[in-house]
C-alpha cells in the first residue's frame, strides 16, 4: 500500500495489512504468516480468533452493545465485576471498568486522591513511581511513568511526580550485596523519598510488580514488594500495582502480586482482561478505599462514556471464563519452563545476551555489548528495532525496547506468546528470535 489515511504510528512506514489471526498466528492477504510471539504488546492471552469468546461477543451484541452507566448497568459489567473482585488478593469489593491501560492508571490516581479528600486528608498531593516504568501514554500516566523518550517532550504538560530506583537486579544490586539485602537498600531509597516529601503529603507509591514495556519483563528481588508495602502502610500511603501488562495470568498465577504475598490497594487491569478481543481495563479496589468514597461524596469524580461497555465486559468474561475452565494458569505454569529451557538453551553462552529473565509466559532479553562489561550497544544503532524487523521478516512478532533510561540505553526483547501456544510453536519462536538477533547485530 502506497498511500494511507491512517495516521499510523509511523508517518514515513505503512505496516502489513492484517487480514486474519487463527490460535498465535496473523496473516496478511498475501497469505504470509507471523508467529504472534509477543500477543502484540502481551495483549493476545488466547491468542487469535478464539470461538468461545466471538460467541459471547455475538451473543451480547444481538441483545445490547451498549448502554450508558450513567442510566444502567448490564450483566458482563456485573458478573465480571464479581469475578475479579472475588479472584483478587485481600479485601478487594468493586472494579471499575476502563478501555485500556492508560485509562486505568488515570483512574486509580484520581481514585488514591479522592479517598484522601475523602478521609481528610487533603494535604496528599505527590505520587512516587519508578524511573525504569511505563505506566501509559496520557498525561497522567506519562508523568508517572519513566521512560525519558517518551516523556522528553510533553514534560512541560507533566504533573510533578517523584521517581526512585527501579528494582533492576541485573544492572544495580551490587557485588557485595544479597539481593534481599538489594530490596532492603532500595525500600530505604523509598522511605527517604517520602520523608524528603513529607510523609503525610504523599499519596501513593505505584509500580509494575513485573516491568514490562521499559525494561523486558523484570521481576522483582525477593522481599521487594513486601518492604514496599511495609513502607507504605507505616506512612498511611496508598499502594498501586500496575498490572496491565503483567497481570491476568501472563506470569502464571491471575494477578502478578499473588507471588509477591502482597495486597496492593488498587490494581490496574487491562491488556490480558479482554485479551485483544475488545478494549478494556479496569482497577481492583480494596473494600476500604470504596467504602471511604462511599461514606464521603458517595461517587467517584470520574468517568469516561465508554466505561463498563457491555459487549467489552461479556469478551472479557468469556475470555476470563476460557482462562479458569481451560486450566490455563496452570498450563502458563507448564509452558514457562519449557520456554526458560529453551531460552536458556539457545542464549545462556550467547555472547550478546546478558540478562535473561521472567516469569510464566513473560520473558524478556537483554542484548549488550559485552557480557563481561554489561556494556550496552551505540544506541544510534537502534539494536532493538532492529531485532523486531528481522523477526518479523522471519514471520515473528516480538515487543522490542530501548530508550535512555537513567542515562543508559538498554536494548531488550519481550516475549508474551498466547496461553494456548504450543511446544512446537515455543521452539520455532525462539529459532526465529536466534536468527533475527544473528541477523541483527
Ligand atoms: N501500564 C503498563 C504496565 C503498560 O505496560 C501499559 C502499556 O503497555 C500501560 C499501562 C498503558 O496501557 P494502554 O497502552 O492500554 O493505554
Known amino acids: 500500500m502506497s498511500s494511507t489515511y491512517v495516521m499510523h504510528r509511523s508517518l514515513r512506514n505503512t505496516p502489513p495489512v492484517a ?6 498466528w496473523l496473516y496478511d492477504a498475501g497469505g504470509n504468516a507471523w508467529l504472534d510471539g509477543s500477543g502484540g504488546a502481551a495483549v493476545s492471552c ?28 448490564t450483566e458482563p459489567a456485573e458478573t465480571l465485576a464479581q469475578r475479579l473482585v472475588d479472584d483478587a488478593p485481600g479485601d478487594a469489593s468493586h472494579a471499575y471498568f476502563v478501555s485500556g491501560g492508560s485509562e486505568a492508571i488515570e483512574a486509580a490516581l484520581k481514585m488514591a486522591r ?16 519508578r524511573r ?23 514534560a512541560p504538560l507533566l504533573i510533578d511526580v517523584a521517581h526512585v530506583s527501579p528494582c533492576y537486579e541485573y544492572r544495580d544490586r551490587h557485588e557485595n550485596e544479597t539481593a534481599e539485602q538489594y530490596s532492603q537498600r532500595l525500600v530505604r531509597e523509598l522511605e527517604d523519598t517520602i520523608l524528603k516529601l513529607g510523609a503525610d503529603k504523599v499519596i501513593a507509591f505505584c509500580a509494575e510488580p513485573i516491568v514490562g514495556a521499559t525494561a523486558g519483563a523484570l521481576p522483582p528481588t525477593p522481599g521487594y514488594f513486601k518492604g514496599v508495602r511495609e513502607i507504605c502502610d507505616k506512612y498511611g500511603i496508598l499502594l498501586i500495582a500496575d ?26 487491569i487491562a491488556k490480558g482482561l ?25 461517587f467517584f469524580q470520574h468517568g469516561h462514556t465508554y466505561i463498563g461497555h457491555a459487549t467489552a465486559c461479556a469478551a472479557a468474561l468469556a475470555v476470563q471464563n476460557v482462562i479458569r475452565d481451560e486450566n490455563l494458569l496452570e498450563r502458563v505454569r507448564q509452558l514457562s519452563l519449557v520456554l526458560q529451557q529453551e531460552l ?23 542484548l549488550v555489548k559485552d557480557r563481561a562489561t554489561k556494556q550496552v550497544f551505540d544506541p544510534a544503532l537502534q539494536l532493538h528495532a ?26 531488550h526483547i519481550l516475549l508474551a506468546p498466547p496461553f494456548i501456544i504450543t511446544e512446537n510453536e515455543i521452539d520455532m519462536l525462539v529459532q526465529r528470535l536466534a536468527a533475527a538477533i544473528q541477523a541483527a547485530i
Not at 485479551?275 to 478505599?289: D, L, S
Not at 531485532?387 to 538498554?410: C, H, N, S, W
Open 19 to 24: 487480514t486474519r489471526g487463527k490460535g498465535v
Open 46 to 73: 488466547l491468542g487469535h480468533g478464539h470461538p468461545a469468546v466471538i460467541d459471547a461477543m455475538h451473543r451480547q451484541i444481538d441483545q445490547l452493545a451498549y448502554a450508558h452507566t450513567g442510566f444502567f448497568t
Open 386 to 411: 532492529r531485532v523486531k524487523r528481522e523477526a518479523f521478516a522471519r514471520g515473528l512478532m516480538v515487543y522490542p525496547m530501548g530508550g535512555t533510561i537513567d542515562g543508559r540505553q538498554g536494548d
Open 243 to 268: 498490572e496491565v501488562m503483567c497481570g491476568m495470568g501472563r506470569t502464571g498465577t491471575l494477578y502478578a502480586v499473588e507471588q509477591e504475598d502482597i495486597v496492593p490497594d488498587l490494581i490496574t
Open 344 to 366: 536458556r538453551e539457545r542464549f545462556s553462552g550467547h555472547p550478546h545476551v546478558g540478562d535473561i529473565r521472567g516469569r510464566g509466559l513473560f520473558f524478556g532479553l537483554e
Open 132 to 154: 525504569q516504568s511505563y505506566h501509559g501514554n496520557t498525561l497522567g500516566a506519562l508523568a508517572v511513568g519513566g521512560n525519558e523518550w517518551r516523556r522528553q517532550q510533553f
Open 274 to 298: 479482554g485479551g485483544g478481543y475488545q478494549p478494556i481495563g479496569a482497577v481492583v479496589v480494596q473494600k476500604r478505599i470504596a467504602d471511604a468514597m462511599q461514606k464521603g461524596t458517595g
Open 114 to 129: 479522592q479517598y484522601f479528600v475523602e478521609i481528610g486528608q487533603p494535604q496528599r498531593t505527590h505520587i512516587i513511581a
